[in-house]
Nanobody, 118 residues
Framework: QVQLVESGGGLVQPGGSLRLSCAASGFTFSTYAMSWYRQTPGKERELVAAISSAGGTTHYADSVKGRFTISRDNAKNTVYLQMNSLKPEDTAVYYC???????????WGQGTQVTVSS
């Protein structure tokens, strides 16, 4: 019954914006750290952004600092990724991840495609 469902991906022009959402269910969302990863064919999955369980601490990959913002709403069991000033190199499948601090148990969403192109 554990589910992470991403939404909000699509095609956007360079310089544009998208907001990704990840709706979680089947576990105690408020006790898990949440993060967004992305992956392009032929490359390893990379961490884009992460946020602590209470939302007090965030981390961003250098490539997205100043452009992306991760946030969460524990009352709605949802984590977001606001992506601004998008570049073609941001094109990837974006995955939502939940991590349990006690043992780093991980749950993954199915991914949502983001394509940045003219």
């Amino acid at each position: 019954q554990v589910q992470l469902v991403e939404s909000g991906g699509g095609l956007v022009q360079p310089g544009g914006s998208l907001r990704l959402s990840c709706a979680a269910s089947g576990f105690t969302f408020s006790t898990y750290a949440m993060s967004w990863y992305r992956q392009t064919p032929g490359k390893e999955r990379e961490l884009v952004a992460a946020i602590s369980s209470a939302g007090g601490t965030t981390h961003y990959a250098d490539s997205v600092k100043g452009r992306f913002t991760i946030s969460r709403d524990n009352a709605k069991n949802t984590v977001y990724l606001q992506m601004n000033s998008l570049k073609p190199e941001d094109t990837a499948v974006y995955y939502c991840n939940a991590r349990r601090p006690i043992d780093y148990l991980n749950y993954w969403g199915q991914g949502t495609q983001v394509t940045v192109s003219s």
